[in-house]
């Protein structure tokens, strides 16, 4: 059987995150909930940017972090989403793509501009975002290059995406091409409000044995199955062929078939900001699904690459990821 030429071609949002420290009473004034997660529109983003002070742009979007993981360890991958002709689209791309990740959709002409997310970080390193979708809520359907899916061995979902119609539509075009050519589908859920918005269409996908690879948080798993988070792993694995469930800092579990592991949350010495753990923890699994280790080894990776970049402000890693794993494997 022929190599895929990418291990994983990601679908998602192309954001700039705008990172800043603030404190306890910042959040309670401006009514968000610690750690929550928001849509907002372009006044709100105007406004609150205004309010947070210094920030720090980094490129994000929750399966671009997960490919930029997956790349720095040595994995191929390549990217679909949408920027806007603008400034920020630029420093998008070329920030994506100076990792070895392809990303060659074109830029969207006019408004809205490119998408933001204002990641505030609370003093015990949670992180409340509220996110401005901008360009990246238009991807069309035709952006979608059938064989750059079909050259994929997984096809990577982001589930913020799966709100606005145009990406969905997109998205359902990838899965119908990826299904013909027998490339796996796997799905991140994402977050919570992702999860409470479209339960029933994630729910529709898993039944129609379209996902291969699920990847939830505890919340995420009981909101979907309706039922605390250890039942849920276990309807779930009973319907799609792998499941990878993170649970803070009690770790990870995933399951296969008959098949179990689970791994502790790796030890850091301060945890300086969340963003992006999930993203890292999937990028570190799927590197080692491409690679074929057991998911014991997978999960291992995953936490590793998670405890780098929660040991830092961004959603980024920072270290050398493939040093980093190799001295601790």
């Not at 022929?2 to 192309?14: E, H, K, L, R």
């Not at 210094?54 to 949408?82: C, D, H, I, K, Y």
């Not at 994402?190 to 948080?217: P, Q, S, Y």
């Not at 830092?312 to 001295?327: F, M, N, T, V």
């Amino acid at each position: 059987m022929t190599s895929p030429a990418y291990d994983v071609v990601a679908i998602g949002n192309a954001i700039v995150d705008v990172i800043a420290r603030v404190s306890d009473e910042f959040l309670e004034a401006e009514g968000l909930p610690s750690g929550s997660m928001r849509l907002i529109d372009a006044d709100r983003a105007v406004e609150l940017y205004g309010k947070m002070g210094p920030g720090q742009e980094v490129s994000g979007g929750a399966a671009a972090n997960t490919l930029a993981g997956m790349t720095m360890l040595g994995s191929r991958t390549a990217f679909v989403g949408q920027v806007a002709d603008d400034q920020l689209g630029a420093i998008y791309r070329h920030d994506l793509t100076s990792l070895g990740v392809k990303f060659d959709v074109p830029a969207r002409e006019g408004e809205p501009p490119t998408g933001r997310c204002l990641i505030l970080v609370a003093p015990d390193g949670e992180r409340t975002m509220n996110t401005f979708l901008g360009a990246s809520h238009y991807l069309p359907a035709d952006a979608i290059d059938e064989d750059l899916i079909r050259s994929a061995g997984v096809l990577f979902l982001e589930g913020y995406m799966w709100d606005p119609p145009e990406p969905r539509a997109a998205m359902r075009r990838a899965i119908a091409v990826a299904r013909e050519a027998g490339v796996k589908v796997a799905l991140a859920t994402c977050a919570d409000f992702c999860v409470h918005m479209h339960r029933g269409d994630f729910r529709a996908l898993i039944d129609e044995k379209l996902i291969d690879i699920l990847f939830v948080n505890e919340e995420e798993a009981g909101i979907l199955e309706q039922s605390d988070a250890d039942a849920a792993l276990e309807t779930l694995a009973k319907d799609v062929p792998l499941v990878v469930m993170t649970r803070g800092p009690k770790g990870a579990v995933a399951v296969r078939g008959d098949e179990r592991a689970s791994v502790a949350a790796e030890p850091v010495d301060q945890v300086k900001d969340t963003t992006g753990a999930g993203d890292l923890f999937a990028a570190g699994f799927l590197h080692g699904h491409a690679q074929c280790k057991g998911l014991a080894e997978c999960l291992r990776l995953g936490a590793i690459c998670a405890g780098e970049v929660i040991s830092h402000y961004g959603a980024r890693p920072e270290a050398d990821l493939k040093a980093l794993a190799a001295s601790k494997l």
